[in-house]
């Protein structure tokens, strides 16, 4: 899967302390494990230039119709051309 489009973004920064504790950590690897288990693609990413630390959250397709089918969302599958007949 390529991963281009992100849909949402997990911030947090490095430099505080209470971001720092075992429990926050453990609390952010069973959020993340818990996203990844509904299908969702995550990618870390770490600002060299400052102590903020990114997750980046990519919703596959299959993730999107699927949570649309349970919430009883219309998706516009595909595009389809009004043709007007003659007769």
């Keep these: 899967m390529a991963l281009k489009d992100v849909d949402f973004v997990l911030v947090w920064d ?11 950590r453990e609390r952010r ?33 299959e993730v999107l119709r699927r949570y649309a089918e349970i919430l009883k969302l219309k998706m516009k599958m595909r595009d389809v051309s009004v043709l007007s007949l003659s007769f």
């Design 14 to 24: 490095g430099s505080n302390e209470l971001s720092n504790t075992e429990e926050a």
């Design 29 to 61: 690897e069973i959020y993340e494990r818990n996203l990844e288990e509904e299908g969702l693609v995550l990618e870390h990413e770490k600002l060299e230039s400052s102590h903020y630390n990114f997750v980046k959250i990519h919703a596959p397709l």
